[in-house]
Nanobody, 118 residues
Framework: EVQLVESGGGLVQPGGSLRLSCAAS????????MSWVRQAPGKGLEWVSA????????YYAESMKGRFTISRDNAKNTLYLQMNSLKSEDTAVYYC???????????WGKGTLVTVSS
């Protein structure tokens, strides 16, 4: 059974940092690209970032470039999202997902809530 379990969310002040993790199991992790997607309160899903199977290629939504860094540790079957210079508009539930655009994501975690507030 494919499982994706996010962790690392919480309350952080504007300008602060958080690192999200996504522990993957039930499939061969390094066979797949992986993505982060978020959903702000009352809004739709927003793609955040993606990384190739070997970590050599990374992609970001424009508003996250220079602030967020996606990475993976294939030995630990874990995906990461380092978020710096956080803004109130980054408040959202963050999901990790197997796969990436444009082919799509087929499995999703349950998400971890990030709240950026003073």
């Amino acid at each position: 059974e494919v499982q994706l379990v996010e962790s690392g969310g919480g309350l952080v002040q504007p300008g602060g940092s958080l690192r999200l993790s996504c522990a993957a199991s039930g499939f061969t992790f390094d066979d797949y690209a992986m993505s982060w997607v978020r959903q702000a309160p009352g809004k739709g899903l927003e793609w955040v970032s993606a990384i190739s199977w070997n970590g050599n290629s990374t992609y970001y939504a424009e508003s996250m470039k220079g602030r967020f860094t996606i990475s993976r540790d294939n030995a630990k079957n874990t995906l990461y999202l380092q978020m710096n210079s956080l803004k109130s508009e980054d408040t959202a539930v963050y999901y990790c997902a197997r796969g990436s655009l444009p082919s799509g994501m087929d499995y999703w975690g349950k998400g971890t809530l990030v709240t950026v507030s003073s």
